[in-house]
């Protein structure tokens, strides 16, 4: 634990204890004719990689008839730097069709959600999952989270380093309880009902105090936000050979309105490893993390949070007494670039990649375009690897110029757009889910994204904008799952229909946002922001994004504001300048 006094563990603490190692009762729900889990069940399936949730359009609606919440259930694929062949796509797809309505998410960390699965499905859809030999344990929960990594099938050193250190990692902090093969896919029961030391030796009966998150990216292309999470290795070149890892720790975005004491935080430099210290570092931190996370309070209980009341020095010196090799000083870099891999590319060895742009990685079929047809045509008859992106998109890997053609032409006979055909806000925008299954939604996210969208864009194009990189997320909380706080503009829901807008993060992710007006009805963020777009079209210099003209208006008047502070709006203090 921190040094605060040592305070009361919450509720989820003994719920997990008490799991024998995140067992709980999940096993006879499942058999039974339930509908849904028992509460202390809730936090224990997320380990499993799933969240028990309801229809919130029709919650009102079921609550006035005293019928009870329809039950159903989102399903998370981990898949470490989000690579997937063929088969394991179409089999995602299959079951989409079969439990998932149709639908199937690529997520902001580079996995894949079902949603909507009923609970008489729910093991089912996880079997099936893993039949694909993809799994969906730790995809959440208290542990490490899926483990990201740049995309970009590039057969280099550093890209080759980075897929595999990316592997390794997610192995190395995978939970090895047994529960899991037990109940998802008929192993065998553990002999005693008491839990064994070894079972989990790393992380122990409690596991860590929330989740943990770890990205491995590239000094000059920072497409995996590796400023986001617990953890950013940033992988360093000596020519083409890699010289090691910058690492940074102390990220994430989540953060709750009106209280102060919560914050979203840009991870801070840590020191530098070799090459083959990337795993144990990781361990490392996850370890000072579980012994001295907050456990009392999950608000406060991420990794930016303890390095906040200890200091960076301190937390310098607990890592060098357990780590087993030298943790030397950070290297200087320059700020990092930023690419979405998106349209075609070559991958070397005569091959090609190409990215395909999903509106916020919904694969499903729309009236206006079918995305999930157009993608299983796709990958069935070329049979090409995949990657999900930190953005939500799809490449697709192994390619030759000529299916690249025929891959174009079934994306236009589904009513889709190639990424040269879209606007680049759109192709840089993101939107979490939100209403109606996320449980912590309070206002839509992406069902109305497009909508916004297309308001931005139309903006831009007005003021000769639509030729420069912006990047415009979303989300229906605070939580920040689409990493609004970093973003040249963020969105965060309030209430319905209402919205906390920030400016001034940028496609680099290696700065916070401020708070630049607070609870803006959605038809009235355009305008809104209308004013600093057009400052942005006439005052910019060469290639300086939004917020990093909206910074350098700031520094002009020396005026700061903060996500968490009190000040008055930087939109008003910025009015006289724009
Ligand atoms: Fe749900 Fe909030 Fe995350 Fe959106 S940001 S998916 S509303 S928890």
């Not at 039949?131 to 740049?150: F, K, Q, Y």
Request: net charge neutral.
């Amino acid at each position: 634990m921190s040094d605060s006094p040592q305070e009361k563990e919450s509720k989820v603490e003994a719920v997990k204890r008490a799991s024998r190692h995140l067992r709980g009762t999940i096993a006879e729900t499942l058999a039974s004719d339930a509908t849904h889990f028992a509460k202390q069940d809730e936090p224990l399936l997320k380990f499993h990689g799933t969240y028990q949730q309801d229809d919130r359009d029709v919650r009102h609606e079921r609550r006035k008839q005293k019928l009870e919440e329809a039950y159903q259930f989102m399903v998370r694929v981990a898949i470490p730097g989000g690579v997937l062949d063929a088969d394991q796509y179409l089999a995602l797809d299959a079951l989409a069709e079969r439990y998932g309505g149709g639908s199937l998410r690529a997520t902001t960390r580079q996995g894949f959600q079902f949603h909507g699965i009923l609970k008489k499905n729910l093991k089912a859809t996880i079997k099936g999952i893993n039949d694909a030999l993809l799994t969906t344990i730790a995809a959440c929960g208290d542990v490490e989270r899926n483990v990201m990594a740049c995309p970009a099938p590039l057969p280099d050193a550093a890209h080759e380093t980075l897929r595999r250190v990316s592997r390794e990692i997610a192995v190395a902090l995978r939970p090895s309880t047994r529960a899991y093969h037990e109940i998802w896919l008929n192993g065998e029961k553990h002999l005693t009902s008491e839990p064994s030391a070894d079972e989990e030796p790393f992380y122990g009966e409690t596991y860590l105090p929330r989740k943990f998150k770890t990205g491995v990216g590239l000094a000059d292309d920072n497409c995996v936000d590796i400023y986001s999470y617990d953890v950013g290795h940033v992988l360093l070149l000596d020519g083409s050979r890699v010289r090691g890892f910058n690492v940074l720790v102390g990220g994430g975005m989540g953060m709750t309105h009106g209280k102060a004491d919560t914050f979203a935080q840009i991870a801070q430099p840590l020191g530098f490893v070799g090459p083959e210290h990337a795993v144990e570092a990781t361990r490392v931190i996850a370890a000072i993390f579980r012994d001295h996370g907050n456990r009392a309070d999950r608000r406060h209980a991420r990794l930016k949070y303890l390095i906040a009341e200890w200091g960076m020095e301190r937390f310098r010196e607990e890592f060098r007494k357990r780590a087993s090799f030298p943790l030397e000083p950070w290297v200087e870099i320059p700020r990092p670039g930023f690419h979405n891999h998106l349209g075609r590319h070559e991958q070397g060895g005569g091959k090609l990649f190409y990215g395909i742009y999903i509106d916020n990685g919904r694969i499903r079929d729309f009236d206006h375009a079918r995305i999930k047809t157009a993608l299983r045509e796709i990958v069935s008859r070329h049979k090409p690897g995949l990657r999900v992106t930190a953005e939500q998109n799809i490449l697709l890997t192994d390619l030759s110029e000529t299916q690249i053609a025929d891959i174009e032409s079934i994306l236009h006979a589904n009513g889709m757009k190639t990424a040269g055909e879209l606007p680049l806000a759109r192709l840089d925008s993101m939107a979490c889910p939100a209403l109606p299954t996320c449980g912590l939604a309070m206002a839509d996210s992406e069902r109305v994204m497009p909508g916004v969208m297309s308001q931005f864009e139309e903006a831009l194009a007005e003021l000769g904008l639509e030729g420069e990189p912006i990047t415009i997320r979303m989300t229906g909380c605070p939580n920040g799952c689409a990493r609004p706080y970093s973003a040249d503009i963020g969105l965060v829901g309030r209430r319905p229909g209402l919205y906390h807008v920030y400016v001034g993060g940028s496609l680099s992710g290696d700065r916070l946002s401020d708070l630049y007006a607070a609870d803006v009805e959605m038809d009235g963020i355009v305008p809104l922001v209308r004013p600093l777009l057009q400052s942005w079209a006439k005052r910019r210099s060469a290639g300086e994004g939004l917020g990093d003209f909206y910074q350098r208006l700031l520094q002009r008047r020396d005026i700061r504001t903060t996500l968490t502070g009190g000040e008055e709006p930087t939109m008003e203090t910025l009015r006289p300048l724009l």
